[in-house]
């Protein structure tokens, strides 16, 4: 790992968070971004739910039972105390975690790992997941790798962030148009409404309302079908009837 | 920032459009919205008469780089109007330029999927943004985008507001259009056309006449105009009593 490796990938995951962005395309990029930069052999991300138990979002698979590792750590495991305290848990002696986490231990010694590492994704006080690491060869993550994770960390809870703002945005944007629409519509079905009936735009609208009122519908809806579907009010049913 | 110390949140779109024409730097500069048919929708604010005019022209004919900006995604940039360019739009172009606008820059504001509306610039004499030009037109395409949502988003602060919120509980706009809408609607009607079509007709017989588009809905809606379809002009007709008896579906 040099310096401009390091470079390159943090303006990829930059330039991600900018051009049509998916969360979960965003996620499985850094852990394989980790498992590259920081020299481990595999990499898992980690959120919290709603009720504060983790979920594993993504994971490298170059270990077959990585998966099956990462989620173990839902109920056990050094990515758990990591998530409970907020602190980094690092260079895990895999070799010597028996009694700590017995069912976990067992399962990657299994799986030839050596070492773990669980690094805290932290919003302000919150922390609300955790980056995972293991090795099948190091026994220690290093000062510059342990740097290095943090930041990626940093950058995933950047990502959740920027997903949460864009989808915020994106429904406001929605309301907006649909307001938009709304007034159109609205406009258009007080024409129509006056030249069916030879009244005023105004008279019309009051026509409208009453309908809406009487119904229980919203206006939006009622002027709708009134303009797209050819929808008599009640007041011209009985007007119209054959 | 102009929308963190701004004492009255109604300026802030003009403000912003303002701040606008001096960093790009450009003559004017208008804000308008779009319903989600990609249709021009309203205008929101504008720095002067001719900003307003040019995103007004393209609603009254129906085209122009705005729109397309809009629909299509990207900005479109027309440094001479005069030139080849403004041959995409040659109605457009030709009344644009008799009002002095020269070159017209238009950005598209968007949130994700949703084609929000379009930041239109425009400059009295020709010639092309440069770097920093663009770079400065496409952060106030950002900032105003941000800006509509804020708006929104205020709207919304103090819980969801119904599609049939009163006028107060809406984003205030500097012209809604509502009499051209009423228009179609009626010409919908009396043309026995959908109101999209309505709207081409109306369209058709302003062009035609060499009269604004308002003026010609405002005549329809009270009755003194009305349009059939046929092509034939009919002039201060009293509206016929009955509505059509014809099933709309």
Known sequence: MNQAQVARVFVELADTLVDDFDLVDFFHLLTERCVQLLDVTSAGLMLSDDRGRLQLVAATSTLTRSVELFELQVDEGPCVDCFRSGEPVVDVDLTRAHERWPEFTAAANAAGLVSTHALPMRLRHRVIGALNLFSDRRPTLGRESLELGRAMADIATIGLLNERYLREQTVLAEQLQAALDSRVVIEQAKGVLAARSASTVDEAFARLRRHARHRGTSLTAVATAVVHEGFLLDDERSTHRP | ?249
């Open chain 2, 1 to 249: 920032m102009i929308a963190a110390t701004a004492p009255d949140p109604a300026t802030v779109p003009l403000r912003l459009v303002q701040a606008c024409c001096r960093a790009v730097p450009v003559s004017g500069a208008a804000l308008s919205l779009m319903t989600s048919a990609g249709g021009p929708g309203s205008l929101l604010t504008a720095s002067d008469r001719i900003a307003a005019a040019v995103e007004e022209l393209q609603f009254d004919l129906g085209e122009g780089p705005g729109l397309d900006a809009a629909r299509g995604g990207s900005p479109v940039l027309v440094a001479d109007l005069a030139g080849a360019a403004g041959h995409r739009w040659p109605v457009f172009a030709a009344t644009a330029a008799r009002r002095g606008v020269a070159a017209v820059f238009a950005y598209p504001l968007r949130m994700g999927s949703v084609a929000l509306g379009v930041l239109e610039l425009y400059r009295d004499r020709a010639g092309p943004l440069d770097d920093a030009g663009q770079a400065e037109a496409s952060a106030c395409a950002v900032l105003a985008t941000t800006l509509v949502l804020q708006l929104q988003s205020a709207l919304t602060a103090a819980g969801p507001v119904p599609l049939d919120a009163p006028e107060e509980a809406r984003i205030a706009l500097a012209d809604d259009r509502a009499v051209v809408h009423q228009a179609s609607g009626i010409v919908s009607v009396s043309a026995h056309v959908g109101v999209g079509q309505a709207l081409v007709l109306l369209r058709g017989r302003a062009y035609a006449e060499g009269r604004a588009l308002d003026e010609l809905a405002a005549d329809v809606v009270t009755g003194r105009v009305l349009l059939d379809g046929t092509g034939r002009d009919h002039h201060d007709r009293p509206r016929d009593g009955h509505g059509d008896e014809r099933d709309f579906r």
